[in-house]
């Protein structure tokens, strides 16, 4: 189970490494014409009302919001890489960073589920309160599989002494 979170990290890194060097490609650029075309290179409908939104939401961004997106999308891919790679290697660090990281993006996940329902945003948030789960519980195991081997090893050595 560690591997499939691990690569679901990595994807979403992946994503948003893809993402983030989109943002900074339309720096300084005609965000309406790069979209435009674009659209036409994937043969999506001139006419559809998400090509017309997202060229609404992308002209009416600046340059320095842009960049700021961009760094940010960097960072949080990096945060990923860092939980993926980390759970893929199976070391405990990487599974803490994972549940303090993401406990501490749920309650924004259901603050824009809420505002903006969308079958998208429930399943990530369903995704990502299974890994939580599963990660917590993997890692109270740990904890006791550890103090026994711990207590059965101090057991000998207090009958000796």
């Known amino acids: 189970m560690l591997i ?6 990595l994807l979403k890194a992946l994503l948003l490494i893809v993402i983030g060097f989109g943002l900074h490609h339309l720096l300084h650029r005609d965000a309406e014409e790069i979209v435009r075309h674009w659209a036409h290179a994937v043969r999506v409908d001139p006419d559809s009302h998400y090509l017309h939104a997202a060229i ?16 940010g999308t960097f960072l ?20 803490y960073m994972t549940v303090i990281s993401t406990s501490g993006l749920l309650p924004v996940e259901v603050y ?8 998208s945003k429930v399943v ?5 309160l299974l890994i939580v789960a599963y990660l917590i519980a993997s890692l109270y195991r740990t904890r006791r599989r550890t103090a026994a081997v711990c207590a059965t090893a101090a057991t000998p050595n207090a009958l000796q002494g």
Do not use: C
């Not at 499939?4 to 990290?9: C, D, E, P, S, T």
């Not at 990530?124 to 990502?128: E, G, M, P, T």
């Open 4 to 9: 499939a979170i691990a690569v679901f990290k």
């Open 56 to 71: 609404a939401k992308l002209t009416g961004v600046s340059d320095r919001k842009l960049e700021a997106l961009s760094i």
């Open 76 to 95: 949080y891919a990096a945060l990923f890489l860092t939980e993926g790679i980390g759970l893929m290697l199976k070391k405990r660090w990487a599974e």
């Open 112 to 119: 824009e589920l809420v505002v903006r329902p969308h079958l």
């Open 124 to 128: 990530l948030l369903i995704a990502n």
